[in-house]
């Protein structure tokens, strides 16, 4: 079983950058894809970006592509979204997730995150 705890979201100006990160527990992480989704006000949860096991396959969806950049880090059981150029339209509460077979925007991840919030302001 794996526990995901994110963290470094917050309150920033459009153009800002920030990075989150997915801290997970248990010494298998480095066998799980990882994915980050988000949710915004009054909207459905969405997929930002995915990465394999090893990192060395990423995914983005297409509003985020240029902007964001994900990355994982096995030693320290660490994923992370790098998030540069800000807009308001991504204010949302970002989810880290987890699954050892799924992938992508419509994986069915088993393991989710409690969420951390960034909000862009204009």
């Known amino acids: 079983q794996v526990q995901l705890i994110e963290s470094g979201g917050g309150l920033v100006q459009a153009g800002d950058s920030l990075r989150l990160s997915c801290a997970a527990s248990g010494r298998t992480f480095r066998t799980y894809r990882t994915a980050w989704f988000r949710q915004g006000p009054g909207k459905e949860r969405e997929f930002v970006s995915a990465?394999?096991?090893?990192?060395?396959?990423?995914d983005y969806a297409d509003s985020v592509k240029g902007r964001f950049t994900i990355s994982r880090d096995n030693v320290k059981n660490t994923v992370y979204l790098q998030m540069n150029s800000l807009k308001p339209e991504d204010t949302a509460v970002y989810y880290c997730?987890?699954?050892?077979?799924?992938?992508?925007?419509?994986?069915?991840?088993?393991?989710w995150g409690q969420g951390t919030q960034v909000t862009v302001s204009s």
């Open positions: 990465i394999t096991e090893s990192g060395g396959t990423t």
């Open positions: 997730a987890a699954d050892r077979t799924t992938w992508g925007p419509r994986g069915n991840y088993d393991y």
